[in-house]
């Protein structure tokens, strides 16, 4: 272990070194990765998922469980098994030791004294612990005499002794104090009652318990340790909010929580297939109903947190699904139509189930039992349909201008679907809903709205990792007379707006043929391709077929279908035009030879190399302005990054295609 690393553990008592190394052998790598996203077989050995560390469309996250170690190929991130725990779950290194001890049984000594003493122990893994008691002292007191009414509403909601159990429900006590008195006899702190949500301060500054005389189920994250409570009122009396959350804390973040994963994560990864629905009860009824992918938000709405775990766990394969339960009011209504407006962030098909008569899969389940609960999820249907309909039935349609209203309202929506075939498909639906005979009308006005969003996309794609992240794309101008405005051996009209390519530009040669490369070869380049940002592509027409790439799911999905996906994506005709001209002209291999993968490692290091040395020649530049002010500190940081970056470049020369 490095000195740095001993330095982490903290002045409270480092943990035994070969304590240390012990934990590392006793808990496999993948088995601690697979509690965070799905891993698939990736050859030789090694497995592959969607990172947890950056968004991507196409697995670039690997482990190797023979030599204990993950890399990203699209962020850079890498490392052993606390490596992992430390970055997912922003701990300390002592506390990553902490949680794989105690997942694995193993004592840790600390050298100033003691086996895995209380106040040697991290703070999260105190918080963590103080949830964990907690979570067995409401359980405990679901029993007694007092959780009566707690008891009976359960029974009353079709949950017996083993449902409460299986799910970890409890009770909190009236009183003010049966917690704190409780977690304080096991040796917690005031301050860290505190600071865990469970207690608050009373007006005398003395911690009192936050739940009190409420029904209590745990929260718990996707490792399955308890970080809150979704506390829910029971009594008359009790003035507060009908449903009482754990407050943001070290620990809990609402928006990083699904109620139900710790559970349904292994049959959601199985199925591809996630249930989202809107409470614990209802959680509770599906997955008692053989339901058992169904999950909620704790207290909040369904966003992009949230979206972030579904897509590590589904892989984001086209074939994996979401499916969206609300009931049929009004207010179901209105929160479907939020969650499409997350749909684009899926790779996975979205759907809908609404329960009949207003009634949430809690009540349906009293009302017509298990399997009425599974029906309603096996009959759902395309979210882009409901929305598409809920919009129509908005306007009259027995007026040209109510048709006229809800055809502008609606073909926005349409035009938001990434599939240009079931974009044309629900174009025509939204034609025969309307009455308008001409569906080719709907279908070419769908077809500009797509094409216009297509043009002028939002924000690029973040958190691929490359060193070129945030150079400006654009060609500076050069000497030197100009190749056809495709940059390819025919002529044509111009491929995107921007300058002109330049093939006298070694760069551009090489960008020509890496693109090439991923749309003739894409198993030569996959993975490593689809973690290459698009500005590391300099000119902009090249620039905009990557991007085409990537929203036709990168290079390593790639199947019979892929080029047409790419041509679907590009942004307008001459992009279409340049990608035929890529996918047609021949690869530049020495004559005779079949391109291989170490030719496509050569194109790809060029590029990487070409993107390293412009984002180190902005960086010196950037430092000698600051050096110029005098601004020390600042300057230090950037020459830090071009020495990392320098680094880099030497490594990309020396290993080749095995740095990237």
Known sequence: ??????????????????????????????????????????????????????????????????????????????GDTLDFVMRVDHLSFSEAVERLAAQAGVTLRYEEGGYGRASQQGERTRLVEAHKVAAQFYTEQLAGPEAETGRRFLTERGFDEAAAGHFGIGYAPAGWDHLVRFLRGKGFSDKELTLSGLAQEARNGRPIDRFRGRLMWPIRDITGDVVGFGARKLREDDHGPKYLNTPETPIYHKSQVLYGIDLAKKDIAKGNRAVVVEGYTDVMACHLSGVTTAIATSGTSFGEGHIKILRRLLMDNSGSEVIFTFDGDAAGRKAALRAFEDDQKFAARTSIAITPQGMDPCELRIAEGDEAVAKVVEGRSPLFEFAIRSIVGEHNLDTAEGRSAALEQAAPVVAQIKDASIRRDYAVLLGGLLGILDEQFVVRRVAQLAQRRQAHPGPSRSGAGGPARGRSAGVPPGAGAPATSSGGPSGGPSAHSGPALYLRSPAHRVERELLKLALQRPELVAPAFDAYETDEFTAPPYAAVREAVDAAGGVTGADDEFVNRVRDAAPDDGVRALVHELVVEPLRAARGREPDEMYAGMQLVTVRLAAVHARIADLESSARRLEAQRDDERSAAVRQEIWQLTQYGRSLQERGAAAL
């Open 1 to 78: 272990m490095s000195q740095a690393r001993r330095t982490i553990c903290g002045v409270a008592g480092r943990i035994n070194d070969e304590d240390v190394k012990a934990v590392r052998g006793a808990v496999p790598i993948d088995a601690v990765v697979s509690e965070y996203l799905q891993l698939r077989n990736a050859g030789g050995g090694n497995l592959k998922g969607l990172c947890p560390f950056h968004d991507e469309k196409s697995p670039s996250f690997h482990v190797s469980p023979s030599k204990g170690l993950f890399h990203c190929f699209g962020c850079q991130e890498g």
